[in-house]
């Protein structure tokens, strides 16, 4: 999991609104309402992942659970080791599906589960076997005041909330990064930003949108693409700029000392006070995004996709072959790492493999407006 890299999982949420549109257990389909860019959008989706009976059947969940939060704690005061406790509730697919009820939520949930695994397996020829990671076959949804603490395996919706997919594709994008690096041996060494910005690159690609929390992310926590996230990172990403916002976001809770908000502020306060200048990554890493998604602008989610997908498999190979591009200064010392210099190298390789070279300038480009001194990398 994501523990020992300051990953505080900030992941909220909030409410949609469905209609069964066809309750005859054929071709059934419920709308679901979520914010985007401050729109309430509706989407409807199909249901095809629940049998007559009304169960659920997909190749990459198992079982279902829901659930409402009672109230959190940290063992140990171990942010890491949070115990939710919550009051199971039944599920029933077999009627209709009211909007913003326990079903109403999980279908949402599926949906997008099996929609984003779908995605990464397409951009990766399947490379990344999502089923081998067992324990997140088996999901619960949470009705409760934390979506900033859903994990892979528990989604916390606020009730009546209307969150972001990029709820999912952040979540789901967890996964597939602990993958890449466990199972394919790509060694960004933990989630650094450079592993976190590669994730959340398809986060914003495949919501089409550069907004990453409406509706779930504490309001002053949210992350936007479209925002210049300069290199090196600004004091504001630090882990005490992030505790500093989400205390922001909630004014009045955070005086109340048996608050969930309150614990969850208080325990990584303690937790990680002597490291609170440090980068938070999940923010940091938006300098990796906010990069790319500049280029996705210019060319394209298809071709980009595609290019920062081929070149995070060559990663490790690009790494190795630092000595031929990179100009290190005197007495730096390099990490056995993944570094921005080896992403960006391989980003330029890769495009004159897949692209003909027509991202190189783009590349070069966006690279240099976040900061990135490209000069130590020799073309
Ligand atoms: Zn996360």
């Not at 909220?12 to 549109?21: D, E, H, N």
């Not at 493999?353 to 976040?370: A, C, P, S, Y």
């Amino acid at each position: 999991m994501s523990t020992n890299y300051f990953n505080l999982t900030l992941i909220l949420f909030a409410s949609f609104t469905f209609f069964l549109t066809n309750c005859d257990n054929k071709s059934k389909a419920i709308d679901v309402n979520y914010l985007k860019e401050g729109v309430l959008c509706t989407e409807t989706i199909p249901l095809d992942f629940i049998d007559e009976s009304g169960k659920i059947v997909s190749k990459y969940i198992d079982s279902v659970k829901f659930s409402y939060l009672d109230s959190i704690a940290f063992t140990d005061n171990n942010p890491d080791r949070l115990k939710v406790y919550s009051t199971p509730a039944p599920l029933d697919f077999t009627k209709k599906i009211e909007p913003y009820s326990p079903e109403y939520y999980m279908a949402y949930t599926v949906f997008n589960i099996i929609k984003v695994i779908e995605y990464y397996n397409g951009l990766f020829d399947n490379k990344i076997d999502f089923n081998s990671q067992e324990e997140y076959k088996t999901i619960e949804v949470t009705i409760g005041d934390t979506p900033y603490l859903t994990s892979p395996k528990v989604y916390i919706f606020e009730a009546n909330s209307n969150p972001s997919p990029s709820l999912f594709f952040h979540e789901i994008g967890h996964r597939a990064f602990w993958y890449i690096e466990e199972g394919l041996g790509i060694k960004f060494k933990g989630l650094s930003y450079i592993h976190m910005g590669l994730l959340e690159y398809f986060t914003v690609s495949l919501n089409n949108s550069p907004l990453v929390g409406e509706d779930f992310l504490p309001e002053k926590g949210m992350r936007n693409a479209d925002w210049v996230y300069g290199y090196p990172p600004h004091d504001s990403l630090s882990l005490k700029g992030l505790l500093d916002a989400i205390a922001a976001s909630y004014p009045q809770k955070i005086q109340n000392p048996n608050s969930n908000v309150f614990k969850f502020y208080d325990v990584n306060m303690n937790a990680y006070k002597d490291y609170l200048d440090e980068i938070d990554n999940h923010r940091g890493g938006m300098i990796i995004t906010s990069t790319l998604w500049r280029i996705r602008e210019q060319l394209g989610q298809e071709m980009t996709d595609g290019l920062v997908a081929r070149t995070i498999l060559d990663l490790n190979k690009f790494m190795d072959t630092r000595s031929e591009f990179y100009n290190a200064a005197e007495n730096e010392k390099l990490r056995d790492k993944i570094e921005w210099y080896d992403l960006y190298y391989g980003l330029i390789q890769k495009d004159k493999d897949l692209n003909e070279g027509k991202g190189i300038e783009i590349i070069k480009n966006e690279f240099t407006r976040t900061g990135f001194l490209i000069n130590v990398v020799k073309l």
